[in-house]
């Protein structure tokens, strides 16, 4: 099979490293890829927005398999264009992203199936969002409706903040059009856990555990970013609470689309607040997440490639379970200095080819690209460095270890990736 994968980040990366150990594998093209996944695929330099050039790429390279990794196009309708030109494509369509790409189509689909969700209004006029603002005492939350590359969420803790933020959104238009509606939500307090599954539309197949690190610092200090590091399993969730979390969350979501006509194919991501054993949305995302995905398909022992044919075909019921492989699994994010606000660019990075012969670590690429058999810095998030390990403590070691060996001119990352595994706690 010839499969085109779109996007070039670590996520992508994974996603091409494990499919390229499937044996019905023949060439994997990527649009754009980077440095680590021009060793495994062939990179093209394309727009991924101009769908008529990817259908015609994807005519002449006889591809018979296209995975989207980012949100954008799924929300652009990238998946429509293809299956009305009959080539099979992993992700939901336009209708389906909507639950990404619309926080709130997100919260009210939650609202009328009774899926546990934090409580929230709607606003589409600054003056009423603003008087509803007054009757409320942070701490509450603030979100754009739209997708802002995960800037449009506002954690408010003071009045002032959120008034300031209301008129960024309403009247500066910060986000543009994707903040002219806003959802004002209650505050959860609890723990962050992200649930992802595969699913057809009607089957369901659920993928480990895991827990995201979004903000830059050590004890989850400083601004947000894409993600610093993420671990799985996550040793929150017991079986009680995981039967909960697929009944009540990610099946009645599903069910729930296709009462509503649409058949949701593809990831689904369940963004969870677990209090106690409570789990609540915080958000659905439609795709498999950056860096998330890093540990789990790392850890991942089954084929992917026939999974992800059986969620196209609407044949998922056929696969029992995913193997795994024994461990946790670590993925620490290294950054670019300056990253998130201004990411510096064009350092060579060293290191890496002492770590290619280890079966116990990977790193994968994100912001980078090779030339003269060289890799080079390229983006805010660099590399995303992966170990397995057999507890919490011997992952944390190994993948550490492994940060210490590369090297780039400015490079931090996070020290805590897994810390909060060990202490059980937040
Ligand atoms: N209702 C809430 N209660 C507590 N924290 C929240 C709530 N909603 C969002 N957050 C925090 O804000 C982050 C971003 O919100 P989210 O809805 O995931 O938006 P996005 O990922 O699109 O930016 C979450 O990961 C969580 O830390
Ligand atoms: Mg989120």
Not at 218 to 247: H, L, Q, S, W
Not at 264 to 279: H, R
Not at 289 to 302: A, H, N, R, V, Y
Not at 404 to 409: A, G, K, R, T
């Amino acid at each position: 099979m010839n499969i085109l994968v779109i996007g070039g980040g670590g996520r992508e990366h994974a996603i091409i490293w494990k499919l390229s150990q499937s044996k019905d594998v023949d060439t994997i093209y990527c649009i754009p890829g980077n440095g680590g996944i021009s060793d495994i695929a062939e990179c093209v330099a394309m727009d991924v927005d101009n769908t008529s050039d990817l259908l015609d790429f994807s005519a002449r390279k006889h591809i018979d398999l296209v995975i989207v990794g980012p949100e954008n196009p799924l929300a652009e309708g990238i998946v429509d264009m293809f299956e009305k030109k009959g080539v099979p494509i992993f992700g939901p369509n336009k209708r389906g992203a909507m639950i990404e790409a619309s926080k709130i189509f997100a919260k009210e689909l939650m609202r009328q199936y009774g899926i546990p969700t934090a409580a929230f209004r709607v606003f589409d006029r600054y003056d009423d969002a603003g008087r509803y603002l007054g009757s409320l005492t942070p701490p509450y939350v603030i979100k754009a409706d739209g997708l802002c590359a995960g800037k449009g969420a506002y954690v408010i803790q003071d009045q002032e903040e959120g008034r300031s933020v209301l008129s960024d959104l309403m009247v500066k238009g910060i986000h543009g059009d994707a903040g002219k509606k806003i959802i004002i939500e209650e505050f959860l307090p609890g723990i962050e856990a992200s649930y992802l599954a595969f699913t057809d539309g009607t089957s369901m197949l659920s993928l480990l555990t895991s827990q995201d690190h979004k903000p830059l610092l050590d004890g989850d200090n400083g601004p947000n970013t894409g993600g610093m590091g993420a671990y799985t399993p996550i040793p929150f969730v017991n079986e009680a609470v995981e039967r909960d979390i697929k009944a009540r969350i990610m099946e009645r979501t599903i069910a729930a689309m296709r009462e509503k006509g649409i058949v949701y194919k593809g990831v689904l991501y369940g963004g969870l607040m677990l209090q106690e054993s409570d789990p609540y949305v915080i958000e659905f995302n439609a795709r498999l997440g950056d860096p998330e995905t890093q540990p789990i398909l790392f850890k991942m022992e089954s084929d992917l490639l026939p999974i992800l044919m059986a969620c196209i075909e609407g044949k998922l019921h056929r696969i029992n379970d995913i193997k795994w492989k024994e461990g946790v699994s670590i993925c620490v994010v290294v950054a670019s200095k300056g990253y998130p606000d201004k990411p510096e660019k064009g350092f060579v990075i060293n290191g890496l080819e002492r770590l290619k012969e280890r079966r116990d670590v990977m790193v994968f690429h994100a912001g980078t690209k090779k030339a003269d058999g060289r890799y080079y810095t390229s983006g805010g998030r660099v590399l995303g460095v992966t170990a397995i390990g057999s507890s919490y403590e011997d992952a944390m070691k190994r993948v550490y270890e492994a940060v210490s060996m590369v090297e780039f001119d400015g490079m931090h990352y996070r020290k805590d990736i897994g810390a909060k595994a060990l202490a059980k706690k937040v």
